[in-house]
């Protein structure tokens, strides 16, 4: 069972809200204060590489974030410990370090996070975790174990690579892969869930032969651009079919096996051939 240290940041966005509305403090410094500044180091902790992109947001709107606060704090803490616990016994890290996961208010003004991703939005520096949410998305509770075990993965797949000395090449599909794999593991633990940007695209085929022919598209692919005709997340869609390929080619391999072969022989052992 891995060491996981749960960092809730609700109470200190009751100290932010107070700074906005009491002290007229600027939104953008009072997030970094309050939000971001007493609690980066954990989540960074170990991270040799530039993340600034991952902090959270601030949130503008501060009447939504009142209404996210009170149902937070009817969230259990100990349920999603035990939740988190669970899921990585199934996939054992074999690693000793503390897992800083921190739970954060999300802005309800995103509407891709609110309407297409169920309200939880994670991110993975580097083997910890960031898990964003917003409340007030219908059935937002049930997804955060799940986007916790996909980026608990990250932090698996990561570690072992570096443990074993495998190496990535340079191709574009190395993302989706990693997601690919992600996802197929938290779906393995919450087979209920049916995430919006795994949904099966009837022209998966056609797709992957356009976008491994035509480089000025791979940037574009991971999450779409629907001016190009790129489906929303079809990076995520592919890299689920191309691992979900691999494994039925290879029924004997395990999600922990998976963590330890290199992208290309999973890419290779699918149709979805270079």
């Not at 749960?6 to 107070?18: G, L, M």
């Not at 495998?166 to 892969?177: K, L, S, T």
């Not at 633990?189 to 949904?199: A, S």
């Amino acid at each position: 069972m891995a060491n996981i240290k749960i960092i809730s940041t609700f109470e200190n966005a009751e100290d932010y809200i107070k700074a906005v509305e009491e002290h007229n403090e600027n939104t953008q410094e009072a997030w970094q204060k309050y939000m971001i500044d007493p609690f980066w180091a954990d989540i960074t902790y170990g991270v040799n590489r530039d993340v600034s992109f991952m902090k959270p947001a601030p949130i503008q709107d501060i009447n939504a974030l009142k209404e996210q606060l009170k149902i937070l704090s009817q969230l259990s803490i100990d349920e999603l410990r035990s939740e988190f616990d669970r899921i990585t016994t199934i996939l054992p890290k074999d690693c000793d370090d503390q897992i800083f996961t921190a739970l954060y208010p999300a802005c309800d003004s995103d509407k891709g996070l609110k309407d297409r991703e169920n309200g939880v939005r994670g991110n993975g520096p580097d083997g910890n975790v960031i898990i964003n949410i917003n409340p007030l998305a219908r059935g937002y509770h049930d997804w955060i174990p799940y986007i916790f075990a996909h980026e608990y993965h990250h932090g698996v797949w990561g570690y072992t690579q570096w443990r074993n000395g495998i190496g990535m090449d340079e191709g574009f599909y190395n993302g989706m892969i990693i997601e690919g794999q992600a996802d197929l593991f938290a779906e393995s633990i919450f087979p209920e869930l049916i995430p919006q940007w795994n949904r099966p695209l009837s022209n998966e085929t056609e797709l992957w032969e356009r976008v491994k022919t035509d480089s000025t598209i791979h940037e574009a692919s991971m999450f779409g651009d629907e001016t190009k005709g790129l489906p929303w997340c079809m990076g995520y869609s592919l890299g689920r079919a191309i691992v979900s390929d691999y494994m039925k080619n290879h029924p004997n391999k395990s999600f922990m096996d998976l963590t330890n072969t290199k992208l290309t022989d999973i890419l290779n052992g699918s149709r979805f051939k270079f």
